[in-house]
């Protein structure tokens, strides 16, 4: 065992925190800049392989990126994990080289973004159940039905959907799609009004007679839940690594704001110093769960139990830390435009997405009662 | 960063689980009931070369890692956590500072023994009214001629009694108060030595705990350990170490609840099912599976960087903490779930309990490591 970073993940993590601090912003609108950006450093397809025109990084060290990013801008963070977890892993994994060549380089250098189209009104936590349908044609499909709460919509140019040849025949119908944004059919509702994240778009997205040649159908009819359900947990460690950032930057801004307490001459009461200590170790703890199951990952092994420990516990402690550092620094920091107060906000939605923290319980118990 | 154990590590896991379910399961619950050590489980635990696993081999240890120790004091735990105490206290809080601070002749005449298992350790610093203020020490140690007279009592000494070598703090001049304070080694035998009496404990209740007792004790000047002075030194940076064997001790004691726990769910059944089907039941175990993780990672990350020279102040304290809580925590979800049976002693899990509550309080408790913690982070 070894617990201290590589000399070169140790190097890419102060390279990630500079790019993060000097040049991620802060703002309120969709944040193209950012993408922009990341994308001139190549972090747009950071552990895709070089030959598809990412940077063939292991996956701690996106995780480490995706940690940094959402610990200055959690949408920002949301938006490049789903982009490169769920938006270009699928084709990665199941894509024939005709479509990996036709996407792949251009969702890794940034130019396209990847967006994942699977959750229903009444398909949430019971993905299985969806109820979008694929009806064959000559040539290739006809899609009709609604997603929601997809993460880029409106503002991705390749999205990944799930639609079944016959619900009747369950799971074993569910068949995956790449759709193009131009694509006739495809119509992105308006942006979701929501408690956080913001700056990243949620969106509808309404599938009417929508036709997709079989050249774009990913992996084989019938494959579409297998597939959805082998990058969940890479996902989820994208996820839990964004909590991770996000706890982060709740706790270190109390940690700054009671130093200058203190040098002010303020004294910091046990009280307030005890709930300090629990958080930065509860840290300590999710950073070492969210690390273990990128490891796990790479080495290849499988890691359910790993990602859905991480993914629930550094979620949970993003929006347990942001609760009490509020709590900590009193009341100015319930003002809308108070970091704290985003946090808050935006810590909410992890514990939710990509299974929520009730289904990680669900995977985890699974396995420890086997 | 690597999260698999190296071949030594798996291999010293492997070695003491065998032992713990073989030898040390089968009489942990009479041990418990009638509040009895046993010298012979630490004989064949330095049969077994436990007693010495991160000490040189020149000084008849394992020569191996802090990571391998930890897992030796996790693995005893998670059968008997009072197992796990007397080796975590031989080892960190006897041995380490005679590995740290001793000289030559002091480690070879007592950290080898300990090491090979033929002597037990004991480390003596809390007082009646120096608990968690332990700087305010009232046993004295006044050097007379060639040796030191040692006058004063220690309480709540683990492997008390049965201990042959006991690190011992008295204060050498009071008016310098904690940088007053030295460290000595004393040996049971020792005219003006002796032992109050055994406490009645909740839980660790075969790990004897005794009050030690010094009436003008004369201990050799040659067994002063490090200097005149380097007292509260010594006896604080043990401690940082120590913290890391009481973080295993607990990580053992929550996943030995854990074990049971899950294995009850399965098979009780209520309302024509496995408990284990229910919800209310799964996300318990759920929860306290991901915390254990949490607590075996803190812990091996604290002595990994024990291990690699690295400080590990912090991350001692925060495994202690971490871990010890979660341990009350996850033992006390275990008798929940195992119901009215896992109150009573047909069952592992309320010694569990019983054994787990220490841990949030030796070794310094949870409200020192969140002092300790949050100076780290403010300072």
Redesign the interface.
């Known amino acids: 065992?070894?617990?201290?970073?590589?000399e070169e993940?140790l190097k890419k993590q102060q390279e990630f925190q500079h790019f993060a601090d000097a040049e991620i912003d802060k703002g309120d609108h969709f944040p193209q800049e950012n993408l922009n950006i990341a994308a001139k450093h190549g972090y747009m397809g950071y552990p895709i392989p070089a030959e598809w025109g990412g940077q063939g990084q292991d996956f701690?060290s996106y995780i480490l990126l995706i940690e940094e990013i959402s610990r200055v801008c959690s949408s920002t963070g949301a938006i490049i994990a789903v982009h490169t977890s769920v938006g270009s892993f699928p084709l990665l994994y199941f894509g024939t080289d005709e479509q990996k060549k036709r996407y792949l380089p251009a969702l890794a250098c940034g130019k396209m973004l990847g967006a994942f189209a699977l959750t229903e009104a009444d398909a949430g936590s019971d993905a299985a159940a969806l109820s979008t349908t694929a009806t064959p044609v000559d040539g290739g499909y006809r899609l009709n039905g609604c997603k929601i709460f997809i993460t880029s919509g409106g503002q991705a140019d390749l999205y990944t959907v799930f639609a079944t040849l016959d619900k009747a025949k369950g799971v074993k119908s569910i068949t995956a799609f790449l759709i193009e944004k131009d694509t006739p059919g495809l119509i992105p509702g308006k942006p979701e009004k929501k408690m956080g994240l913001n700056r990243s778009n949620t969106t509808e997205l309404m599938l009417e007679d929508l036709f997709v040649p079989v050249s774009n159908r990913l992996g084989e009819e019938g494959e579409g839940f297998k597939i959805a359900m082998s990058l969940l947990d890479g996902g989820r460690i994208g996820i839990a690594a964004q909590g991770l950032g996000m706890a982060r930057a709740a706790i270190e801004y109390t940690?700054n704001y009671?130093?200058a307490e203190?040098r002010a001459g303020k004294k910091?009461d046990?009280g307030v110093?005890?709930s300090?200590?629990?958080l930065?170790?509860?840290l300590?703890?999710?950073r070492?769960?969210v690390?273990?199951a990128a490891?796990?990952k790479e080495?290849g092994a499988r890691c359910s139990k790993?990602a859905s420990?991480a993914k629930?516990?550094a979620t949970d402690l993003a929006m347990e830390a942001a609760t009490k550092c509020i709590d900590l620094c009193g009341l100015t920091a319930i003002r809308d435009d108070h970091p704290l107060t985003r946090y808050f906000r935006d810590a909410k939605a992890p514990q939710i997405y990509e299974g929520s923290n009730?289904i990680?319980?669900?995977v985890?118990?699974?396995?420890?009662?086997k | 960063m690597n999260f698999v154990l190296t071949e030594e590590q798996e291999m010293t896991r492997k070695m003491v689980r065998d032992f713990a379910e073989n030898e040390v399961a089968p009489g942990a619950e009479e041990r418990d009931d009638k509040e009895e050590f046993s010298r012979e489980l630490f004989d064949k635990m330095g049969e077994l070369g436990l007693t010495g696993i991160p000490w040189p081999e020149e000084y008849g240890g394992g020569e191996c890692d802090f990571i391998s120790y930890v897992i030796a004091v996790e693995e005893l735990s998670r059968v008997d956590a009072s197992a796990g105490t007397t080796l975590s206290a031989h080892t960190s809080l006897a041995g380490w500072p005679l590995y740290k601070y001793g000289s030559e002749e002091q480690k070879k005449k007592y950290l080898e023994p300990m090491a090979l298992g033929e002597k037990l350790g004991a480390y003596g610093l809390t007082e009646a009214t120096a608990g968690t203020d332990a700087a305010s020490q009232s046993t004295t140690a006044v050097l007379d001629g060639d040796s030191y007279i040692l006058n004063g009592n220690k309480i709540f000494i683990t492997n008390g009694g049965d201990a042959e070598i006991n690190i011992i703090f008295a204060v050498t001049d009071k008016e310098k108060k904690a940088k007053g304070v030295s460290a000595f080694i004393v040996e049971k035998g020792t005219p003006g030595f002796s032992f109050g009496k055994k406490e009645r404990k909740m839980g660790l209740r075969s790990s004897p705990t005794l009050e030690l007792i010094f009436e003008d004790c004369r201990v050799p000047k040659e067994n002063l350990l490090g200097k005149e002075g380097e007292g509260f030194k010594i006896a604080m940076s043990t401690l940082d170490g120590g913290r890391n064997g009481i973080a295993a001790q607990a990580v053992g004691i929550a996943q030995g609840a854990l074990d049971a726990a899950a294995d009850y769910a399965k098979t009780r059944e209520q309302f024509g099912q496995p408990i284990a089907n229910f919800q209310a039941i799964s996300f318990m175990l759920a929860d306290m599976g991901t915390k254990i993780e949490a607590s075996r990672l803190l812990t091996y990350q604290a002595a990994y960087l024990e291990s690699e020279g690295l400080p590990y102040g912090k991350a001692s304290a925060m495994a202690k903490l971490f871990a010890s809580e979660t341990a009350m925590e996850v033992t006390t979800k275990a008798v929940q779930i195992f119901g009215g049976y896992g109150y009573t002693r047909d069952y592992p899990v309320e010694r569990f309990m019983r054994d787990a509550k220490i841990t949030e309080i030796y070794e310094g408790t949870s409200e020192v490591q969140r002092l300790v913690i949050s100076r780290y982070l403010l300072s």
Do not use: G, H, N, P
Not at chain 1, 364 to 369: N, P, S, T, W
């Open positions: 065992m070894a617990f201290t970073l590589t993940q701690l940690v009671l130093k203190a910091v046990q110093s005890f300090l200590a629990d930065a170790t509860r300590e703890a999710a070492l769960l690390y273990r490891e796990v080495s790993e420990m629930m516990y009730q990680q319980r669900i985890i118990a699974r396995q420890l009662l």
